[in-house]
């Protein structure tokens, strides 16, 4: 029983009773997971520490890009904590994350500093897809969970958070410098272990919760790009400043200092969302009257997964016995219609996520070899070596604003004018084709401008193909099918990266180093200068990108139907069945009670 009236409980109470509501809400676990995200793209810095590996350890190119392949692997195959996700709460998924990050950078790090004997190479990939896959679990962990707590805005979900992910190489630059200024080997012991410190600290935060419509939810997401625009901006300010000024390391801490401000920020637009939902529960909890004696009556909590279900099911659940379902392996071939839950193996067995895995690994493959090579594409085309780190910036930055723009446009264009999430995908492929043939003919400058358009496209993909998977396929088995659809990166990479630039690059140089006379000893880097060492790989990379516009095509026009329908119109009917639902049996409980204290 729980006595409520105008003038009960206190100023202490109602502070105790709002911090609960603020810690156990929706919105600070998603403000949780913005900080986990802002530090899961340590694979994005591959670009400024890679040369340290190189030189240390003695690499060719095409050993390194070896490496950078191992990297993509580790934190793009994540079918292994989507699997576990399935069957475990998500701090489960998380510590197991945090665990992997700083074992795999840690390693890493004694290896580049010579704290251990010299690796073999199988050491150094291994240690590389360790701390990379923690990428995958965080990821699983945080994000996937999200998307299941506001189904409704899955597009503003993906975009802010893979959007916190593209910036986070930016961020940990900024902090790198104030906390080791510019030893780069120490970049990389500070990506192994404040990921990991994150994720610790809000494994009680990340959880699955009830599924609650607000009419201005769209809105929170909003107020939260905003701060994230302004955070975004800053870091671009601080790398064309840095690029002019020399800054010692108080200065560097100074920018850190406004850059965790800016990530803390979002806290307040969850403290102001958590303070209107707790006063409309208060005066929900009064109806007007001075005195309300009500029954506490336990209410079944629901999910996205009772989302998934159809609105008859809800109200008769716990009455019916569900009817035996076929074997999994025996409807595999036969699936259910677009936008209802598939089961994995119908979703992995059917065209649309074949042509989609298909243009991913041409479309993301690529723009990841280039990210990857910025290191050695400035050293090649003669630019100063401080450099790498502006590229890396300048692509973290533009990553994110193709995140944050693919997420939350694509969500503006599909709900106003039905525009499909797979055209805008296409136009994305399509416009990543002008980096690559910026950097295959060594235009001058055009390293910067290819940062910014890569950046750009590769960020964008990454929110379209999560929400284009959970659309066509359902939530049900998100978790899984999020992951699988990751794997098409590493694929990519290993053939454009490894196969394609790596080798034709060390073919270039080991040209050069014959026609200078030289002998390459075999624990020297082999190094290659000029613009012919990436000009063939990245013109094929650039045909292979528009090969995957082509395709994407295809999947544009298999779901133009799909699109032109309400896709949310069973999440809509199904949560205000729930609502409906609720709020009757809290009336059915509560008149009788209320009536006797009348009538008394």
């Not at 992997?100 to 073999?120: C, D, E, H, S």
């Amino acid at each position: 029983m729980v006595v409520s009236g105008a003038g009960g409980g206190g100023g202490r109470g109602n502070t105790k009773a709002l911090t609960l509501q603020v810690l156990n809400g929706r919105w600070f676990m998603m403000f949780a997971s913005l900080l986990i995200m802002s530090a899961a793209g340590a694979t994005y810095m591959f670009g400024i520490y890679s040369s340290d590996i190189k030189s240390v350890l003695g690499y060719d190119q095409t050993t390194l890009n070896l490496l950078s392949f191992f990297k993509d692997l580790g934190a793009n195959v994540g079918v292994l904590s989507g699997l576990i996700n399935e069957v475990t709460p998500p701090w489960v998924v998380l510590s197991i994350g945090a665990v992997l990050n700083f074992f795999g950078y840690f390693m890493i790090w004694m290896a580049v500093t010579k704290k251990i004997a010299r690796p073999q190479v199988w050491h150094m990939c291994l240690y590389i897809c360790i701390g990379a896959n923690s990428q995958s679990f965080a990821n699983t962990g945080s994000l996937v969970t999200c998307v299941k707590n506001f189904p409704e805005s899955r597009g503003a979900v993906l975009g802010i958070l893979k959007g916190y992910v593209g910036l986070s190489g930016a961020i940990i630059t900024q902090l790198y410098y104030a906390f080791y200024y510019d030893d780069t080997k120490a970049l990389i012991l500070l990506i192994g272990w404040l990921p990991a410190v994150i994720s610790f600290a809000f494994l009680r935060t990340i959880r699955i919760m009830k599924v609650t419509r607000r009419p201005n939810e769209l809105k929170v997401f909003y107020n939260m790009l905003y701060i994230s625009l302004g955070l975004a901006g800053f870091l671009m300010i601080m790398i064309i400043v840095e690029k002019s000024v020399t800054f010692n390391q108080s200065e560097y801490g100074a920018s850190a200092a406004m850059v965790i401000f800016l990530l803390v920020l979002p806290l307040a637009v969850v403290i102001i969302e958590e303070f209107k939902i707790w006063e409309g529960k208060k005066v929900e909890l009064n109806g007007g009257s001075d005195l309300k004696i009500v029954t506490e009556k336990p209410q079944p909590e629901v999910t996205s997964d009772d989302l998934s279900r159809p609105r008859e099911t809800l109200a008769t659940t716990t009455t019916e016995a569900e009817p035996p379902t076929a074997s999994c392996w025996k409807t595999m071939f036969r699936p259910p219609d677009r936008g209802e839950d598939y089961t994995i193996l119908q979703a992995l067995f059917s065209i649309d996520m074949l042509i989609l895995f298909m243009a991913c690994i041409c479309g993301v493959g690529g723009t990841l070899t280039a990210i990857d090579n910025l290191g050695q594409i400035g050293t090649s085309f003669g630019y100063p070596k401080r450099s790498a780190s502006t590229f890396v910036s300048l692509v973290s930055i533009w990553n994110y604003l193709g995140r944050v723009m693919s997420g939350f446009g694509s969500e503006i264009l599909l709900k106003r004018y039905k525009f499909p999430r797979p055209l805008m995908l296409t136009l994305t492929l399509l416009l990543s084709c002008v980096g690559h043939l910026l950097i295959a003919f060594n235009v001058p400058n055009g390293l910067y401008v290819a940062s910014i358009i890569i950046g750009f496209c590769f960020g964008a993909q990454w929110p379209l193909l999560f929400a284009i998977i959970s659309e066509l396929f359902g939530l049900k088995y998100y978790s899984t099918l999020y992951n699988f659809g990751s794997s098409a990166s590493p694929v990519g990479l290993y053939l454009l990266n490894v196969k394609l630039t790596g080798h034709l690059y060390d073919k270039e140089a080991k040209k050069q180093l014959a026609a200078s006379g030289l002998v390459r000893k075999a624990e020297e880097e082999l190094n290659c200068a000029g613009g012919e060492c990436f000009k063939l790989a990245f013109i094929v990379i650039a045909a292979a990108t528009f090969f995957g516009t082509l395709v994407s095509l295809i999947l544009v026009i298999r779901t133009r139907k799909f699109y032109k329908s309400d896709i949310y119109k069973k999440f809509r009917e199904a949560a205000q069945a729930a609502e409906t639902e609720m709020a009757m049996a809290d009336q059915n409980g509560a008149n009788p009670l209320e009536t006797n204290g009348r009538s008394k």
